[in-house]
């Protein structure tokens, strides 16, 4: 029942730990490329289409890859040693798992999500990137109106 208990508080405290070490990014696929970056504008204008280039989103993992490794983890660290020993093997065992499955997840999601970033110059000569999922019947040269951060034909 101790070895139990002893693990249920290692798991805890893994996960506590490595959800402090979470990203929160509000926009994943910002650029900083001397555009505007017009995600967060909730309505921005008129403009027409200068380029349409294919980019790679952030590599963002859910967080599944670091459960997972981090309960293996502890429960192989909890097979080593015994007393106080094996509650110190077991908290090492989730932490370097955590950290392994994470990385795990990250080599297999390699690259990212595939967007476009849609680079429109404004009617009153701004230029602003945007980047989304797809560009359905977008094409350089199109007059187009970005609302809520997103581009559509005008």
Same mark, same amino acid.
Do not use: F, H, W
């Given at each position: ?24 990014s ?27 280039q294919?980019?790679? $989103? ?5 967080g &599944?890859?670091?459960?997972? #490794? %981090? @309960?293996? *983890? =502890?429960?192989? /660290? !909890?097979? +080593? $040693? ?5 509650? &110190?093997?077991?908290?090492? #065992? %989730? @932490?370097? *798992? =955590?950290a392994? /499955? !994470?990385? +795990? ?19 009153? /000569?701004?230029?602003?990137?945007v ?16 609302v809520? /951060? ?5």
């Open positions: 029942m101790k070895a139990t208990r002893t693990l249920a508080v290692a798991v805890l405290a893994s996960t506590a730990l490595l959800t402090g070490c979470a990203s929160t509000s926009n994943p696929y910002a650029s900083n490329n001397g555009y505007n970056s017009g995600y967060n504008n909730v309505s921005m204008g008129y403009g027409t289409i200068e380029s349409i294919v980019v790679q $989103g952030d590599n963002r993992t859910s &599944a890859g670091a459960i997972l #490794g %981090g @309960v293996v *983890g =502890a429960l192989a /660290g !909890n097979q +080593v $040693g015994s007393g106080s020993g094996r509650t &110190a093997a077991t908290v090492a #065992g %989730g @932490v370097a *798992g =955590a392994i /499955g !994470n990385n +795990v997840e990250r080599n297999r999601q390699a690259g990212g999500t595939e967007m476009y970033q849609i680079n429109v110059r404004m009617d009153n /000569g701004e230029y602003r990137a980047n989304q999922d797809s560009v359905y019947d977008l094409r350089v040269g199109n007059r187009v109106r970005i809520d /951060g997103r581009v559509y034909r005008y």
